[in-house]
């Protein structure tokens, strides 16, 4: 069993209006409302929560005993600072080692291999 918490699911978007009105006041991001996703919750046409599925990376990362969701999903980094930018989030995870973390333990052999 692990020994913390693993998000699998975030459960999708938890706004309603008055949320998003002061979410969005927050931020200086008012001009947002305008927009017609912001209009159609501001309305009452949207649901207040959307999405709920399993996460399907995030459940691999269990499976797999990996530390960043990075590690399963597929992204293009262009130019050739990505292999620079692969070996950071080595770093960042790497750390996590260092703190115990069951995962991160079972991680730095796999990680070494593929940056080298």
Not at 36 to 61: C, D, F, K, V, Y
């Amino acid at each position: 069993m692990l020994e913390d918490a693993f998000e699998i699911s975030s459960m999708g978007i938890r706004v309603d209006a008055e949320a998003l009105k002061r979410q969005l006041a927050l931020t200086g991001d008012e001009d947002r409302l305008k927009l017609e996703w912001h209009q159609a919750l501001l309305r009452g046409e949207m649901p207040q929560t959307i999405g709920g599925g399993i996460g399907q990376s995030r459940l691999t990362m269990l499976l797999l005993q990996l530390d960043h969701i990075g590690q399963v999903q597929c992204g293009v980094w262009p130019g050739a600072g990505s292999r620079k930018r692969f070996r950071a989030a080595v770093t960042i995870s790497a750390a996590s080692v260092a703190a115990g973390g069951y995962a991160a333990r079972c991680q730095s052999a796999r990680y070494d291999r593929r940056c080298a």
